[in-house]
């Protein structure tokens, strides 16, 4: 049977949806169930094993609306022997000490109920100063840090990259 990946994201504006639309569009490893945070029922989670989660964040450190109207349950996701990548879209200039926070609120919850975080991507060619998504001491976030605000040319080779990353650790090893 083909591995199914579950892909869930939230968007305001639209640009973490045309994140989305060409991570579709671009993997080629598995076939992936695509749903929006707004209509997620926990239950989505118990159907796969590996999940790619996508959201940006807002304001002073906050997750997308629908991420945050539906943080309180997923925080009771039990996400044991389950891998998770994520991707994050923020400001790393306008937002410096928020960049991609919501990146790391959400793997912050993945860690604590049990997941395991893939796809992390390394901070070099970044300039903030502060981020949850941030692992410290390693030059590693916890996910693809996307800054479409100041630095769309960069999105595709970053994403390409990524899924590429991505591919490799879930499907290069015996799974």
Avoid at 47 to 68: A, H
Avoid at 83 to 105: P, W
Avoid at 147 to 153: A, G, H, L, S, Y
Wanted: proline content about 1%; hydrophobic content about 35%; aromatic content about 14%.
């Amino acid at each position: 049977m083909e591995k199914t990946i579950g892909l869930i994201f939230g968007s305001d504006t639209g640009m973490t949806e045309d994140v989305t639309h060409t991570i579709i569009d671009e993997w080629t490893a598995c076939s992936i169930d695509v749903v929006e945070v707004s209509q997620v029922k926990k239950s989505f989670f118990e159907k796969f094993d590996t999940f790619i989660l996508g959201l940006s964040t807002w304001y002073d450190g906050d997750l997308q609306s629908d991420w945050e109207a539906y943080y309180d349950e997923f925080k009771t996701i039990d996400f044991t022997n389950k891998k998770v990548a994520i991707y994050g879209l923020g400001d790393q200039y306008g937002y410096a000490e928020y960049f991609i926070d919501g990146v790391g609120m959400l793997a912050e919850v993945v860690l604590k109920n049990g997941g395991t975080i893939v796809g992390k991507w390394s901070t070099k060619g970044y300039d903030f100063s502060e981020s949850k998504a941030e692992i410290e001491d390693q030059g590693l976030f916890y996910g693809l840090a996307i800054d479409d605000d100041n630095e769309p040319e960069l999105t595709p080779g970053r994403l390409s990259s990524w899924l590429l990353q991505l591919e490799n650790e879930l499907f290069s090893l015996n799974e």
